[in-house]
């Protein structure tokens, strides 16, 4: 695959499944309700994709290595990444009650968390289970954080 379009592969999934999981887990933790996750997860696919093809685009331009096709495929690539990732939580939010959907979103997104540091560690050559192991923690630590930050904002403001 071609670095432009890694970049932005490896990039757009990866938030795509942290930021999404980290913020339907911490609504549901603080609200409860099927909307209020449902609104998230779009704003999430909309002003975060764009968020963070914008930032990719700043950072490939930055590193004045790059030609101006490069750096538009890994803006593109980022951005569509993002946002379909994005929108494939919101399947199980669709179609299962919101506890349910909560569970099968993180089973979700850590596989693919799963396959794609898999990939990463077999091209690097390296101990795959370390490299699954060490994304694994830190996406588990991002959705612990998640659910606390929400059920502390559920007893602090209700």
Known sequence: MKHSLEVGFSFGLTSGIITTLGLLIGLNSSTSSKIVVIGGILT????DAFSDALGIHISEESENKHTSREIWESTFSTFFCKFFIALSFLIP??????????????IWGLLLLSGLSFKIAQNQKVKTWQVVAEHLII???V????????????IVFS
């Open 44 to 47: 999430i696919a909309i002003a």
């Open 93 to 106: 939010v669709l179609l299962f009650e919101l506890g349910t959907a909560v569970l099968i979103s993180a």
């Open 139 to 141: 996406a588990v630590v």
């Open 143 to 154: 959705i612990i954080a998640a659910h606390y930050v929400g059920h502390w904002i559920s």
